[in-house]
């Protein structure tokens, strides 16, 4: 029997790996369960929607520990995110300067908080909180500079809504996984992700944090650390790139 065909986004163009949506909803859960069991559940942040935000712009390719920095700096130098707003963009550049590109993230902060205080009169995004997750999402994604990923970040961590974020790291590992076709766009991951997860934020938070803990320490770029993985018997990469070419192997020096 000849071995089936890997599916790619042209055999399935909803962009899904394969046509048995219950059954990836499944995985994605299952996957859930054991990275949450080796991981641990992420405490859910105790900032409001505006610093999550700007914490989110911080952290862009930027590392947690630069990135907590920058913002702890941002609050000392600045008492009020009004000050900050009216700051000089000197001032805010000089505060964030350890983290990537400070540059172009100091002024893209106080345009947002232009326009969020243009749009509502005040810079403050809590009302955010008490829209329909579709709505806020919308509203966010109007500001400048803000992506489908940063939205649903403020969403999903200030909120509590379910809104998954999907990082390189989700997109990385979920793709291997199989729950989404390899051509599939970080953007639009995060539709097709969210669709195979219920609508919890608890799940949807455990989900994202526990994918992008296991793209950075195990389901690493380039070479993946599949020996240390708890997840492979769920994991198509696995098949296809390990299991696969141990028996090709075995039969080989069979027949030798």
């Not at 089936?4 to 986004?9: G, H, I, K, S, W």
């Not at 109007?142 to 390189?168: E, H, I, M, Q, S």
């Not at 993946?224 to 020096?253: G, I, M, W």
Request: proline share 6%; glycine share 6%.
């Amino acid at each position: 029997m000849a071995p089936q065909a890997r599916r790619t986004r042209g055999a399935n163009d909803d962009g899904y790996a394969s046509t048995d949506r219950a059954a990836l909803a499944a995985t994605a859960l299952e996957v859930t369960r054991r990275l949450v069991a080796l991981y641990g559940e992420p405490a859910w942040s105790a900032e409001g929607p505006l610093g999550v935000l700007i914490g989110t712009i911080l952290s862009q390719r930027t590392r947690d520990a630069q990135t907590g920095a920058a913002y702890a700096a941002l609050k000392r130098r600045f008492p009020s995110w009004e000050t900050m707003r009216d700051a000089p963009l000197a001032e805010v550049q000089k505060a964030i300067a350890n983290v990537n590109w400070p540059e172009l993230k100091a002024p893209r902060l106080q345009q947002i908080a232009r326009q969020v205080t243009a749009e509502r009169g005040a810079l403050n995004l809590d009302f955010l909180c008490d829209l329909p997750a579709e709505d806020a999402l919308a509203w966010l994604l109007k500001l400048t500079g803000v992506g489908p990923k940063t939205a649903a970040c403020t969403l999903l961590f200030a909120c509590r809504k379910p809104v998954l974020p999907v990082d390189v790291h989700v997109h990385r590992v979920s793709i291997r996984l199989g729950l989404i076709a390899p051509k599939v766009t970080e953007e639009a991951a995060h539709d097709l992700l969210q669709a195979l997860l219920p609508p919890d934020a608890r799940i949807v938070y455990d989900y994202h944090n526990s994918l992008l803990l296991h793209g950075q320490r195990v389901c690493v770029g380039g070479r993946p650390r599949c020996d240390r993985c708890a997840l492979t018997s769920l994991c198509a990469y696995y098949r296809a790139n390990v299991e696969d070419q141990a028996k090709s192997e075995t039969v080989e020096h069979g027949t030798c």
